[in-house]
Every structure is written in C-alpha cells, then in structure tokens.
C-alpha cells in the first residue's frame, strides 16, 4: 500500500511539475491576449495603495473551477474560460478624480483604436464609468472586460481576460441576479 500511495504522489507531483511552466507561460503572455488592459497608468496615478486587490491568475482559477463544479457547475464552466481576474480599488479622498479620468479618458481612446466595445458611458457629476468589452472578431465570444470608475473617494478598474460567451455573461447575471448582465445582447454587437 505505501508503495503505491509513493507511485501516486510522485506520479502527481510530476504531472504537477510538468504544468507548472505551461501555466506560467500562459500567464506571462497575458498581456499579448487581446482581452488584455494595462491600467498601471492609472495606479500610479491613484498614488496610494490599493484598499482592494484581487489578482487571480490561470492556475488558481482553474483550482476554483475545480474546487465549485460540484455545487455549480455553470459558474465552473465560466470560470474555466478566464485566464485573469484584476481588480483594483482605491479608496481616498486624496485622489484627484479629474486626473483619473483624464487618465480613463486616454485609456478609452486606446480600447476604441484597438477594437473594444464600449458598452456603458456615465458622465454625472463627478462620476466616471467606462465598460468596455473586446469581441472576437466572429463575435463568438469575449476576449475581455474592462471597468473603470473614478468618482470622489473611489477608484475602481477591473480587467476580465479570457474566452467567455453572451451565455456565460447571461448564466453570470442570473446567478447573482444582475439584470443587466442577463439582458445584455453581447452576441451581436
């Protein structure tokens, strides 16, 4: 028995190792994805550290897919189609709003050029709120979302990456009943 509990855990262990440097490598080429946004121009901007930091990489969501299959399995199958989850929120009075948006503003300007949908605009007051979303070109699915809100007080950017369909969008918001997720016509925008 113990020869064979040794056999399995090495046997694991090298399949572990073995794709270790694939996950890696995925991740390292994330930026390359075109569901990819680079919001580092707007941390720096922030100057403060983030309240909120939320950095899930290929390997631990592929650990919560399989962790949750169990109990739901439709927000598995949407979990197993990301490659990253980033969420950054800053918190501070300190922050100079203008300068965000003009920063929001520029960003938005590249998501356009580079074939991003823009989904939600607010300008209200001292609100600003960008929702894009990179379409492939078949408009098959979602390379990525990106969520940027800048409002006195908060600062909030999101980038979603990966391969996701208007029915996992539509699966998302009934799940977690978000009417406008599940109303959402992303298939043929």
Known sequence: MKTIKTL????ASAILLSLMPLAMAADDNIEDHPGYVDFSGLT???????????????????????????????????ISKLLRVTVNVF?????????????MTEIAS????????RVVRVRED?????????MS???????????????????????????ISGDDIAALGRRFEIDELVDLDVDHQ
Do not use: C
Request: glycine residues 4%; hydrophobic residues 45%; charged residues 25%.
């Open 8 to 11: 399995f855990v090495s046997t």
């Open 44 to 78: 720096t901007i922030a100057n403060t550290e983030p309240t909120v930091e939320i950095s899930l990489k290929a390997p631990l969501l592929n650990m919560i897919t399989n962790l949750i299959r169990a109990e739901d399995d439709l927000a598995a199958d949407f």
């Open 91 to 103: 918190e501070s009075e300190d922050i100079d709003v203008d300068q965000i948006a003009d920063r």
């Open 110 to 117: 590249n998501l356009d050029a580079q074939g991003w949908e």
């Open 126 to 134: 001292s609100e600003h709120v960008d929702i894009y979303m990179r």
């Open 137 to 163: 070109d078949d408009a098959e699915f979602i390379h990525g979302v990106a969520i940027m809100v800048a409002e006195p007080g908060d600062t909030v950017m999101v980038n979603i990456v990966g391969e």
